[in-house]
């Protein structure tokens, strides 16, 4: 089974930087594009960022130019480097990938998501 698993949580004062860490494992054939989604206390779940099999990205407007998400060397990881860190960063974040795995001889792609890690930034 895929498993996406995410760490670099904690506590850090505002303006401080955090970078978070996720690994994908499993039977993975291919990988779309993984990114990272959060979801602040009483919000809904908003993605984050992006960053697509070619090297592209995407940012929600609220952190770019802070945030920054990259492809790992080894294979099906990513990070997301946080920067400027802000209140309104305060989220559990998760990990994110769509990825493809083998069912009957064909490809599958299917979205996952980790369990969270838990980002608070403190005035």
């Known amino acids: 089974q895929v498993q996406l698993v995410e760490s670099g949580g904690g506590l850090v004062q505002a303006g401080g930087s955090l970078t978070l860490s996720c690994a994908a494992s499993?039977?993975?054939?291919?990988?779309?594009?993984m990114g990272w989604y959060r979801q602040a206390p009483g919000k809904r779940r908003e993605l984050v960022a992006l960053i697509t099999s070619g090297g592209s990205t995407n940012y929600v407007d609220s952190v770019k130019g802070r945030f920054a998400v990259s492809r790992g060397n080894a294979k099906n990881t990513v990070y997301l480097q946080m920067n400027s860190l802000k209140p309104e960063d305060i989220a559990v974040y998760y990990c994110y990938g769509r990825l493809g795995t083998v069912r009957a001889g064909s490809v599958e792609m299917n979205d996952y998501w980790g369990q969270g890690t838990q980002v608070t930034v403190s005035s």
């Open positions: 499993g039977n993975i054939f291919e990988v779309n594009a």
